[in-house]
């Protein structure tokens, strides 16, 4: 969908929503931008929880994604957890 993320989700059949992060060091060469990455994942992910509800989500992490602003990747993950709960609950 974009050069940020790829993002794999299946439904789980809890009651609440499961992350699983991919974050290679081939991607994103600096520990510092893995861990940022990381971060921003699980704030967006924190954050639409109750949307994401009755999900098993794994988030790839591209090779753009450690020169992508914060924005530019919250952005990002927002259209990536919409779509997911298109796909996977309806």
Request: charged letters at 30%; a positive charge; one cysteine or more.
């Amino acid at each position: 969908m974009d050069k940020q993320f790829l993002v794999l989700g299946r439904p789980n059949h809890l009651d609440r929503a499961r992350l699983g992060l991919a974050v290679s060091k081939k991607n994103c060469r600096l520990a510092v931008d893995r861990n940022r990455l990381k971060r921003l994942i699980r704030e967006s992910f924190r954050q639409n929880q109750a949307l994401l509800k009755g999900l098993d989500l794994v988030v790839v992490a591209r090779k753009g994604a450690a020169a992508a602003e914060n924005r530019r990747c919250s952005h990002s993950l927002s259209l990536h957890w919409r779509k997911m709960v298109e796909l996977c609950v309806a």
